[in-house]
C-alpha cells in the first residue's frame, strides 16, 4: 500500500533538479506498480492530469490509455491543445470523446445551478464509465489527486472535480503526485517539458463554462460566452495582465438588454469581466484593469461576438461575491 502521507522530511520541490528526481523516483515506482498492465486516466486538460498524463507516458508510454471527454462546456481551442500536446507531440495513447451534444441536450432547460452540476458530473462518469467498458485489461486508473486534495477531502477527487470516479469501478489507483502541493506539481509539469500554458493554466471549474453561462445554457449564448472569453484572455496576454491575474474570465447571464446597432434595436446579453487575485480563493481581491484595456475588451466583444451588446466589469471582492457566478 502507497503512503498517503507527506513525510517530513520531503523537501520542497522548486527546482528543476528537484523535480527530475521526483520524476526518476516515481517513473521507478509507478514500473514496479504496474508491471505490463494497462492503466486509464480522464486527461481534462488541467494542470493535475496533465502533469500525472505525461509523468505516465514516460514512465509506461503505450500502457497509459488517456481519455479526453469533451463535455462542451470547454473554453476556447482547450480540447483541440489536448489532443495536439498529448496525441501529437507526445505521441500518447488518447481516446477523444466528442460527448457535446449528450451534455447540452440533458442541460436543455435546466436553470438551477446545482442542478446543472450535478447533471454535468453523473453524465461526465456515464460517458467514461461507457469508454471504459469498451476496452480490454485495464487492471489501473490514473488519478491527478494532489496533497490538498487528501487533506481537505476524502483523497478522492470527486465532490469539486468532474472527473469523479465511477464507484463500482474496481481498478487499483495510480497517484504519482499525490503528495505534492500545486505548485511542486507545475514545476514538475514543467520538468516533463509540458508547455506553459498548460502548468501555468488557471483554476477551471470541472463543469466549466456550465457555471459561467448562467441559468438554462443555450448553444447560441454558450458560444457568445466562448468567444468573448477568448478576447479577454488574449487581450490581457497582450498587455501583461495574464501574469498578474490568478483567474479571469467571461459571465454571460440569461438577460437581455437592449441596444442598437447598424441604426437597428439590437437586443443583446451583457458579457461580464471577472479578474480576481487571490492565494487559495477563500477570499480574493479585484485587480485594476487599465480603461484602455477596458475599452478595446469592450469594443472587440462587442463588434465581434454574435449577440453580445454590452460589457459589464465586476468590481465585486470575495467575501462577498464568490470568484464564479454560478
Ligand atoms: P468560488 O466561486 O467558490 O470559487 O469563489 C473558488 C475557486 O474554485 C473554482 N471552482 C472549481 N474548481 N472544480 C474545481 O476544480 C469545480 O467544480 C469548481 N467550481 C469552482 C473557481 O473557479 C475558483 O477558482
Known amino acids: 500500500m502507497l503512503s498517503n502521507k507527506r513525510p517530513d522530511s520531503m523537501e520542497r520541490i522548486t527546482t528543476k533538479e528537484l523535480a527530475d528526481a521526483f520524476i526518476a523516483e516515481q517513473i521507478k515506482e509507478v514500473r514496479e506498480q504496474v508491471g505490463d498492465k494497462k492503466v486509464l486516466l480522464a486527461l481534462s486538460g488541467g494542470v493535475d492530469s496533465s502533469v500525472v498524463a505525461a509523468l505516465l507516458i514516460k514512465a509506461i508510454g503505450k500502457q497509459l490509455v488517456c481519455v479526453h471527454v469533451n463535455h462542451g462546456l470547454m473554453r476556447k481551442g482547450e480540447s483541440e491543445d489536448v489532443i495536439e500536446v498529448f496525441r501529437n507531440q507526445l505521441d500518447a495513447n488518447l481516446i477523444y470523446i466528442d460527448a457535446t451534444d449528450r451534455f447540452l441536450g ?36 490514473a488519478q491527478g489527486t494532489i496533497y490538498p486534495d487528501i487533506l481537505e477531502s476524502d483523497g478522492v477527487k470527486a465532490h469539486h472535480n468532474v472527473g469523479g470516479l465511477p464507484e463500482d469501478m474496481h481498478f487499483e489507483l495510480v497517484e504519482p503526485v499525490r503528495l505534492l502541493y500545486k505548485d511542486e506539481v507545475r514545476v514538475v ?19 466549466g463554462l456550465g457555471v459561467r453561462c448562467l441559468g438554462a445554457i443555450t448553444r447560441d449564448r454558450l458560444h457568445a460566452l466562448r468567444e468573448a472569453d477568448a478576447i479577454l484572455r488574449e487581450e490581457f496576454d497582450i498587455c501583461g495582465l495574464s501574469e498578474k491575474v490568478w483567474q479571469y474570465f ?39 484593469i487599465p480603461y484602455s484595456v477596458l475599452h478595446k475588451i469592450t469594443n472587440r466583444i462587442t463588434t465581434e461576438v454574435e449577440g453580445i451588446n454590452r460589457v459589464l466589469l465586476d468590481l465585486t471582492p470575495k467575501p462577498v461575491g464568490t470568484i464564479e457566478w454560478e
Request: glycine share 8%.
Open 250 to 288: 467571461i459571465a454571460v447571464p440569461d438577460m437581455k438588454s437592449v441596444g442598437v446597432r447598424d441604426d437597428k434595436r439590437y437586443e443583446g446579453w451583457s458579457a461580464i469581466i471577472r479578474a480576481v487575485n487571490t492565494k487559495d480563493a477563500m477570499t480574493a481581491t479585484i485587480e485594476e
Open 106 to 141: 440533458l442541460l436543455e432547460g435546466v436553470s438551477e445551478p446545482e442542478k446543472k452540476r450535478k447533471i454535468i458530473g453523473n453524465e461526465f462518469i456515464e460517458v467514461f464509465n461507457e469508454e471504459a467498458s469498451k476496452l480490454d485489461d485495464i487492471d489501473f486508473l
Open 189 to 207: 509539469g514543467k520538468a516533463l517539458g509540458l508547455p506553459s500554458h498548460m502548468v501555468d493554466r488557471q483554476p477551471f471549474p470541472g463543469p
